[in-house]
């Protein structure tokens, strides 16, 4: 399809395990952004990338979680020492250009850490 | 601390009436509002938006306010249908600087 496409769609782990998330980004979009949405949360902004480049990753919450985009297409967010914590729905989006404005969203990878 | 509010966290509505869903923000240097629809198991879509220099913008059944010396914005759905039923998420952001700020959201549950 022409959508933002995430996988896994469903990954569960346990505490302690590294976990790779992958987005695919609507093809020719410059901006991608990875936000996390906990239960009864509104996503919330973990980082973005224009280009290659990471050019804002303040709400990263601590050095376990890393994202790379080194090609300016596909994305992987790495979580490392998975905790209970962590477990949320984890949102790509892309936009065609940096400038904030309409994000287009995959439908999630959803993480369970044990 | 909470920079954009919806402190509504479910509405019902019968189909064919109003629906009205509300958003309170504190940051006053936030300057484009958007609304995003969820329906489950599916990530958000976009539905509509208004920049500051506006105080109201249409399309279609979905209009949205908005009052910047009260930081507040709202969304009408007119007239409700069954298949608006979907969270709805407010967010924010000072354009073209800073990545979306988004609200915990509204579930609404429109009736037949």
């Known amino acids: 399809g022409a959508g933002v496409s995430q996988t896994p769609s469903n990954k569960v782990t346990e505490k302690g395990k590294y976990v790779e998330l992958r987005c695919d980004p609507i093809s020719g979009h410059t901006a991608l952004y990875w936000y996390r949405q906990s239960l009864g949360q509104g996503p919330e902004f973990l980082i973005y990338?224009?280009?290659?480049?990471?050019?804002?990753d303040s709400g990263l919450p601590n050095d376990r979680f890393f994202a790379v985009r080194p090609e300016g297409s596909v994305s992987t967010l790495k979580i490392q020492r998975t905790e209970r914590g962590d477990s949320a729905v984890y949102l790509c989006?892309?936009?065609?250009?940096?400038?904030?404005?309409?994000?287009?969203f995959g439908e999630g990878s959803r993480l369970t850490v044990l | 601390d909470q920079q954009v509010k919806q402190n509504s966290p479910s509405l019902s509505v019968q189909e064919g009436r109003i629906s009205i869903l509300n958003c309170d923000y504190t940051?006053?240097?936030?300057?484009?509002f958007l609304w995003y629809k969820k329906y489950p198991a599916e990530g958000p879509t976009f539905l509509i938006s208004i920049s500051s220099i506006k105080d109201k913008n249409e399309d279609g059944r979905f209009t949205v306010f908005l009052n910047k010396s009260a930081k507040h914005l709202s969304l009408h759905i007119v007239p409700s249908q069954p298949g608006d039923s979907a969270v709805y998420f407010c967010a924010a952001s000072v354009e073209g600087n800073t990545p979306l700020v988004f609200g915990k959201g509204t579930r609404l549950s429109v009736i037949a």
């Open positions: 989006a892309s936009s065609p250009h940096g400038q904030v404005g309409e994000l287009f």
């Open positions: 990338f224009q280009g290659t480049g990471a050019a804002d």
């Open positions: 940051n006053s240097m936030f300057d484009y």
